[in-house]
């Protein structure tokens, strides 16, 4: 009986340590990507390279109004509307924080000279790394203050913006693998909140579009709207492109 008490017991705690092995391999993996991420940006903070100044897309439509999107991977996916009198550009880099947008700004956009420029960015700043409320208030004060440069940037280039409010987050929790990573989601729906208020306030500058209350509207739809629980799918984007096309029509 002892026997069998014992060889319980060591059954159990290898069970244990396998669990551990594997958390901690799980851990030691996301810490890499993590590390390759840091380290990629720091060689290359900017991404200018991602847009070069000899593929800058030519005119398909003489006279035809350029439209720039601009931002993280937002914008990235942000797919254009069927409006066939506008020309529109896509220069969003995926990760990017409010400061790494503003930063590629003169060699991204403004080199363009575009018409429009559609902002969408912000969400990375407010997804860093879990911090003390009064790291998370800089945080937040810092975002503000690149989307108010962004926007300054634009107007001295002689271009229109359409800056959009942050879009909500979609359903689900933080993946488990990234909740050491992020602050709670109570957290980024307050900073989501706070960044989406301070963009209502320019709007004597520029042209708002809702884009945080016109999902949240139709929050029973986020299943068909969102891929995850940062990044909208097409169906989302054609949602926002109703309202998009008709503040182009209005411009």
């Not at 926002?240 to 411009?251: G, V």
């Amino acid at each position: 009986m002892k026997l069998i008490n014992q060889y319980g017991l060591l059954i159990i705690v290898s069970f244990l340590l396998l669990v551990s092995l594997l958390a901690n391999f799980s851990l030691y993996k996301e810490l890499k990507l993590v590390y390759l991420s840091l380290y990629a940006t720091s060689l290359n903070p900017l991404s200018i390279q991602r847009y070069s100044p000899d593929k800058i897309p030519k005119i398909t439509t003489e006279n035809s109004p350029k439209v720039v999107f601009f931002g993280d991977s937002r914008a990235v996916g942000w797919s254009k509307p069927e409006l066939t009198e506008f020309q529109f550009i896509n220069r969003g880099v995926g990760g990017q924080t409010s400061a790494q947008v503003l930063g590629r700004f003169d060699q991204h956009v403004a080199i363009l000279n575009p018409d429009i420029i559609v902002v969408q960015v912000g969400i990375n700043d407010l997804r860093m790394l879990p911090r003390s409320p009064n790291t998370r208030e800089d945080i937040v004060k810092n975002c503000q203050e690149n989307i108010a440069q962004i926007v300054q940037k634009a107007q001295e280039i002689g271009a229109k913006v359409i800056l959009t409010t942050i879009f909500p987050l979609g359903e689900g929790n933080i993946p488990l693998k990234q909740r050491l990573f992020w602050p709670s989601i109570n957290q980024m729906k307050q900073d989501i909140n706070s960044v989406n208020n301070y963009i209502k306030t320019l709007e004597s500058d520029v042209v708002i579009l809702d884009a945080y209350n016109l999902l949240k509207s139709h929050e029973a739809n986020y299943s068909n709207y969102y891929r995850d629980l940062l990044h909208l799918n097409g169906r989302g984007y054609e949602f926002l492109n109703q309202q998009l096309s008709k503040l182009l029509a209005e411009l």
